[in-house]
């Protein structure tokens, strides 16, 4: 008998032991807290908050002691009371000791909310600069997107990067100026909250533009003060920020609006004439069952002029200045109005439902001159592009959680659209930004993609296998209003990308990983329809292989070799509406971050980027890929916290590289210094900030253009370049209620 008592005993003991606690993480205000570490010091299991802050713990019995911590939370020692906890953390200053790295495929993105944490952003440049190894340059005036680098692709506006906001895609197909035109400048930067990111063609969520890489920035929920701020700085510079909490505090609910406008003259001779406006309101509820339901809109509208591109001979002459113009007619306007509706929805403790339905309108109009006379050397070489654009689109996806025995399974299945209609795209000659001599392009252009994912992630233990497959399908019509006849040319396409990633994590300190997958970008509907639908979604097929590693409590280190291969494709130049063939490359390289906490308010960071991009089938000496980067890094010291002081000094170095194939003419590389010191006293933050310290003479987007000034016989193919900011100070006071 007393065997049997023992037994009993002994069984309900290991079926106490092997019960799974389940509860949530939440902040003081009631915000769900996603990925909190949670362990338990007895069995050692561990697990994470979802986006719900929801965890389950296995092997947890009441009266077990766990730990919590998260990064910007102080650590907690709690007792496990009941079977449904809700645990509550305090907020602290950010420590990097404090950071797990998480068997996830988006583990790399710890980098990113340690960089917004110390090096915060104050404009929409800046924003896109958090992404390790991606570097940008502005050639408009602020005006038109920013120019892209990455993993040695020169990515002019997007054509070769995913980005998007709150689900909505911010790149625009079979757009006037450029394939993949990404402008972020509705995006105020003081309303950003998280930016995902990841390299290369590994990620079945992420389908076109998706080649060397995605950015997904998500936008606060919530801000807990309202403020008022205004910058004052050289060249006629004012920018105004205002962010007013609408409801208060309350836990259940928030909602905002922001506000942006800047002006500026630039340093240029000319002066700009730059403004932007943007408008910004959201609202957030937790409902009854847990959902996340969110409604956003925005507004958007800049113009400006511009002095534009000018030739080095001119400045070799002295018939201008750096800073100075040979057609400063040049400028635009654009406009985008975003509605977004967002839902994140538990349908029990291992499955949840997230969707979001988006519209944007969206206008374009820009006056651009880069061969100034070469083809007509009368009226000059002027153009205009020009679009109206509605966008309409839907992302939903289904998570769920399984165990079987000793294996956790997550599957995720994803589907979705997006419809872009614009009317009137046109490429036109002009003449002082008045006069249209003729029409090169004009036509209506829709283009629609659906697709679905299946992803799957196998966690066998220390080892995660992620398996996944994704199904795009695009229809392209175009009507070419320059036709006499009317007609409709229409193409379609499918396009399978499956994708396998290896995660080996040792401990919480150090991870492997090896990624591999084939992405695409779609090509321009004129292009489409002119190449017959043949080779009109190019294959990119990647590999990367690296660890990311904490050797120290308050350092990590991040690196990877890499591989990307480009197929054939066939390339619609916007400024000339002529389709251009681009062959085969093939692209590697490595990369190495460090982050590092000298002690509770001095950080240290440094990212550098190596690649070998080169075409494949033409001859060697002959086959550099045009303004492809081949070593890039970024750097800085930053201070937060000590005695009301917060600041930093910051570089970047862009070597130089190629501008044409045989590497005859050379676009100069640079290296810029930034720095920026803030006092808080109460609730009121001065601070001083300065581009270019040390004042470098750089060219910040530089191409190899053939042009004739008006004064030449015969045509010149040089470097043509935008100047970059001289010395640049400005001043910020803002106060907090």
Do not use: C
Not at 255 to 282: C, H, M, V
Not at 283 to 312: E, H
Not at 519 to 539: A, M, W, Y
């Amino acid at each position: 008998m007393k065997k049997i008592f023992f037994l009993i005993f002994i069984g309900f003991g290991i079926s106490t032991f092997a019960q799974i606690q389940k509860g949530k993480v939440i902040d003081r205000d009631g915000n769900p807290i996603e990925n909190a570490y949670l362990i338990n010091s007895i069995s050692e299991s561990h697990a994470h908050s979802n986006e719900f802050g929801i965890f389950s713990l296995d092997k947890t019995v009441f009266g077990n002691a766990i730990k919590i911590s998260a990064l910007g939370y102080k650590k907690l020692n709690y007792t496990i009371a009941s079977s449904d906890e809700t645990i509550i953390l305090e907020d602290d200053i950010f420590r990097l000791n404090e950071i797990v790295i998480q068997p996830k495929l988006s583990a790399l993105n710890v980098i990113s909310k340690i960089d917004l944490e110390t090096t915060p952003v104050n404009s929409s440049q800046e924003i896109l600069r958090k992404v390790p190894g991606l570097f940008i340059g502005q050639h408009a005036g602020g005006g038109k997107a920013e120019q892209i680098f990455l993993r040695g692709f020169d990515i002019d506006h997007g054509t070769d990067i995913s980005i998007s906001v709150d689900g909505m895609p911010v790149n625009m197909v079979s757009h006037a100026h450029g394939q993949g035109y990404a402008d972020l400048h509705f995006v105020i930067p003081e309303t950003v909250e998280k930016i995902d990111f990841g390299k290369g063609t590994y990620y079945a969520t992420k389908g076109d533009f998706a080649t060397a890489g995605y950015v997904a920035f998500q936008t606060k929920d919530k801000i807990e003060k309202s403020s008022i701020s205004i910058e004052i700085g050289q060249f006629n510079t004012l920018r105004t920020v205002g962010l007013f909490n609408l409801l208060g505090n309350q836990k259940k609910q928030s909602a905002y609006i922001a506000t942006e406008y800047i002006l500026t003259d630039g340093p240029f001779e000319s002066p700009q004439n730059f403004n932007r406006i943007n408008l910004l309101g959201k609202y957030s509820a937790v409902l009854t069952d847990n959902s996340k339901f969110s409604i956003l809109g925005s507004r958007f509208s800049s113009t400006w002029d511009a002095s534009g591109q000018i030739p080095q001979r001119s400045i070799d002459n002295g018939s201008i200045s750096r800073f100075g113009a040979i057609d400063d007619t040049e400028g635009g306007n654009t406009s985008r109005t975003n509605l977004n509706v967002s839902l994140t929805k538990p349908i029990d403790e291992n499955m949840f439902l997230k969707a979001n339905a988006f519209y944007s309108n969206y206008q374009f109009e820009l006056f651009s001159n880069f061969t100034f006379f070469l083809n007509d050397p009368i009226n000059g070489d002027q153009i205009k592009q020009k679009e109206y654009r509605d966008i309409y689109g839907m992302n939903a996806e289904l998570n769920k959680k399984i165990k079987a025995n000793d294996v956790n399974i997550l599957l995720q299945f994803g589907a979705g659209f997006r419809s872009d209609a614009t009317s009137d795209s046109e490429l036109s000659s002009t003449v002082n930004r008045r006069t249209v001599l003729s029409n090169i392009k004009l036509g209506d252009i829709d283009q629609s993609n659906l697709f679905s994912y299946l992803n799957s992630e196998f966690t066998f233990g220390k080892l995660v296998i992620n398996p996944a497959i994704r199904l795009d399908y695009f229809k392209f019509n175009y009507q070419d209003k320059l036709l006499e006849n009317y007609k409709t040319q229409s193409e379609s396409k499918v396009k399978f990308s499956p994708k396998l990633n290896l995660l080996y994590s040792q401990n919480n300190n150090v991870q492997f990983f090896i990624k591999s997958g084939m992405g695409f970008h779609s090509n321009d509907t004129r292009v489409v329809v002119e190449n017959n639908g043949k080779e009109i979604l190019p294959t990119a097929l990647g590999t990367d292989i690296g660890t990311i590693w904490k050797p120290f409590p308050h350092l990590i280190v991040s690196s990877a070799l890499w591989y990307l291969y480009l197929e054939q494709e066939f390339v619609y130049v916007g400024d000339a509406g002529i389709i251009e063939p681009s062959g085969k490359s093939r692209r590697m390289g490595a990369e190495l971050g460090l982050r590092y906490q000298l002690n509770d308010w001095l950080y240290f960071d440094i990212d550098a980027n190596y690649t070998h991009a080169r075409s494949i089938e033409e001859l060697k000496g002959q086959n550099y890929i045009p303004l492809a980067p081949d070593l890039t890094t970024t750097g800085g010291l930053s201070f937060q916290k000590i005695n009301g002081f917060s600041g930093g000094l910051r570089y970047r170095y862009l070597k130089s590289r190629p501008a044409n194939e045989d590497n005859s003419i050379v676009a100069r590389g640079y290296f810029i210094s930034d720095f920026n010191v803030n006092y808080q006293y109460k609730n009121i933050n001065f601070g001083v900030s300065v581009e270019n310290l040390f004042d470098s003479e750089w060219n910040e987007t530089q191409f190899a253009t053939e042009s004739r000034l008006q004064s030449e016989t015969n045509s010149v193919e040089e470097i043509h370049f935008t100047p970059g900011t001289p010395f640049f100070i400005k001043g910020k006071i803002s106060f907090t209620f």
